[in-house]
């Protein structure tokens, strides 16, 4: 049992590029989640997965947000055409079926310029 | 309303005192609390959890929630300088398939002074 692993951990894009973040759970954990963190606030849900299957999405997911999960294992979380409201901390987490509470990975930081 | 409230602080208390960390919740069939710490820069980490009202204990930290007042709130016993760090109150939903959704305050942040 690694943790919750994010690549990268820090991400300098220019406005307009598409950036891909990687988020590899905990080996055994069916359940995997997005959120995003803005400075001050709290963690704000994205999207999950169960397995492979994306089963819940945020309305804060817009069009240019993409996760998958293939295979159920990694999954990836890419914004398109980034805006300077896109600069957040990015962070992944990962349960068990029926388990209480979350490992959050470290966190993709993001910053668009 | 937000559906998750903390006072954002700074809190301060002294090495050694009680800290208490409060949260309040607008949805009142909510069912399960959790609490997080997190350090400046890091991710949160889970400290615990409660799902009925009453205390609920892990080492220096109690849990305790009301769920007729809406309230949850956070104790930490003698409180050490590495306590220092905000602390975000999350509530659960559950989702298709079992999942789980949480929905957290903007925290508070506690300083634990020498």
């Known amino acids: 049992d690694t943790g919750v692993s994010q690549n990268p951990r820090h991400k300098i894009t220019k406005r307009g590029q598409n950036v891909t973040f990687r988020c590899d759970p905990i080996s055994e954990h069916n359940r995997l989640y997005w959120y995003r963190q803005t400075l001050g606030q709290g963690p704000e849900f994205l999207t999950y997965f169960q397995n492979e299957a994306q089963l819940e999405k945020s309305r804060l997911l817009s069009d240019r947000f993409s996760a998958e999960r293939p295979k159920g294992s990694f999954s990836t979380l890419e914004i398109q055409r980034t805006e300077q409201g896109d600069s957040a901390m990015y962070l992944c987490?990962?349960?068990?079926?029926?388990?209480?509470?979350?490992?959050f990975g470290s966190g993709t930081r993001l910053t668009v310029v | 309303q937000k559906e998750v409230e903390q006072n954002s602080g700074p809190l301060s208390v002294p090495e050694g005192a009680i800290a208490s960390l409060n949260c309040t919740y607008s949805d009142r069939g909510s069912q399960s609390f959790f609490w997080y710490r997190q350090y400046s820069g890091k991710s949160p980490e889970l400290i615990m959890f409660i799902y009925s009202n009453g205390d609920k204990e892990d080492g220096r930290f109690t849990a305790q929630l009301n769920k007729a007042s809406q309230y949850v709130s956070l104790l930490i016993r003698d409180s050490q300088p590495s306590d220092s760090a905000t602390y975000l109150c999350a509530v659960n939903m559950i989702l298709t398939g079992g999942g789980n959704k949480l929905t957290f305050g903007t925290g508070t942040q506690l300083k634990v002074e020498l």
């Open positions: 987490a990962s349960s068990l079926t029926g388990g209480s509470g979350y490992t």
